[in-house]
């Protein structure tokens, strides 16, 4: 985060776009269905581009857009016409051939792109299959250790956490971020009838959150850029401001899928 003098400098745009998506994500949650699937293969779809425009920068016009737009349509048709190993299957088959077309990085390609198309997979079926409130949850876990880790960090100080790929992040504010994701578990237990192995399954989703976190900046770092796109005013690109949250979605979607999560939750 910038000092106070950037801060306030885009403070309108910043309020203007944060409360639009507030909107938009709130309002998709609700409806769910095809509005909230929508939403997350265009997230995406607008991910990919990003990452394509990042990891091959000198392509030409239009190679960035097509990346981004086979992604979301990919995801979107394979959620509603496949299931199981061939829905599976059929996105592991869209990730290849996405990284095969980078000139270099593929490597880079393949996790990155694999992260947030399983991410989106797991976004949608948490909907669909568990309902808002699970989706609420992942939400404020991924919200609440972020903003315990901004402020402990700052105020307690300490050993960094990874300094060559995110100087500004401490263990204090990491731990502080497991502390406040577990007692938001906590206070969800009730309202999801779940057990008390949820709060064990909100830190390890925090864990994943940060860990996205520190990907996203490893591979800006690696490529030299500032942000990822400017596609949200005042807070750069979709990458940015969701990278925490893709991660997350793809810890839930290994926890459920593996049948951990209701062997932690006690359903």
Not at 130 to 151: C, M, P
Not at 223 to 246: C, E, Q, T, Y
Request: charged share 10%.
């Amino acid at each position: 985060m910038s000092g106070l003098g950037g801060s306030f400098g885009d403070l309108r745009a910043r309020a203007a776009s944060g409360v639009a998506m507030a909107a938009l994500g709130i309002g998709a949650v609700w409806a769910g269905g095809l509005w909230f699937t929508l939403l997350v293969c265009t997230l995406c779809g607008a991910m990919v581009w990003e990452l394509t425009r990042i990891l091959d920068a000198g392509a030409p016009f239009g190679k960035a857009e097509a990346a981004g737009m086979t992604a979301a349509v990919a995801l979107a048709v394979f959620w509603i016409q496949l299931a199981g190993l061939w829905l599976l299957g059929a996105l592991v088959l869209t990730v290849a051939l996405l990284a095969w077309r980078f000139p270099k990085d593929r490597a880079l390609a393949v996790g990155y792109l694999g992260l947030i198309l399983f991410a989106g997979l797991g976004l949608i079926a948490l909907r669909q299959v568990y309902g808002w409130d699970w989706v609420l949850w992942l939400v404020l876990v991924v919200i609440g250790s972020d903003v315990a880790g901004y402020f402990a960090g700052r105020m307690m100080g300490g050993p960094k956490l990874w300094p060559r790929v995110s100087p500004k992040k401490t263990w204090s504010g990491t731990v502080a971020g497991w502390v406040l994701a577990g007692l938001i578990g906590a206070g969800f237990m009730g309202v999801l009838e779940a057990g008390a192995g949820l709060v064990l399954a909100s830190v390890l989703v925090a864990m994943a959150g940060q860990a996205g976190d520190i990907a996203e900046s490893a591979i800006k770092r690696h490529a030299g850029v500032k942000d990822s796109s400017n596609l949200i005013p005042g807070h750069g690109g979709v990458m940015d401001r969701f990278d925490a949250m893709i991660a997350a979605a793809l810890m839930v979607f290994v926890l459920v899928e593996t049948g951990m999560i209701s062997a932690l939750i006690g359903r």
